[in-house]
């Protein structure tokens, strides 16, 4: 299993969402800006750790990760995004909707969270709403259901 781990960390290192919220940092403090850098990198690591946990099936273990991740960043469109995709594979669909929909105000042409917002709405019954989000997420990144069943292992 810790194989498995490494493994899924090494193929989450160069796919993780580059998207985030920036911190405010005062500019009057170098400790601050330190402190804020090391929160980043912590959170990073946490969602890499979180992706790494569901890609084995360790669903819980990987919503731990996520949930302390937010709770040092909480608008962290990655985590968010990672957590969304986890509530997605433990059948929690309004959980993931609500993620999906937290990332996608913040970044609306956001692919990934679109055409996974689309699979959670399939999955909860609205074959429209998902169908129509499958549609904007495939009219932004032609290749993304390729690029996700190949990466996610998807719902099977």
Known sequence: MRRQIKT????TSGMVIGASVGLSQSTSSAQTAHDNDQVIKNVASLNDLCLAHALVGQLEEALIDCNIALQLRPNDLAVLDSRGFVYLKLGQFD??????NAVLKLKPKLAI???NRGLAKQKKGD???GDADIAA???IDPK???KLTGYYYYMK
């Open 144 to 146: 993304i259901a390729d």
């Open 137 to 139: 997420a495939k009219a």
């Open 8 to 11: 899924a960390l090494a193929l």
């Open 113 to 115: 969270s679109l055409y």
């Open 95 to 100: 959980n993931a909707i609500a993620d999906y």
């Open 127 to 129: 074959s429209a709403g």
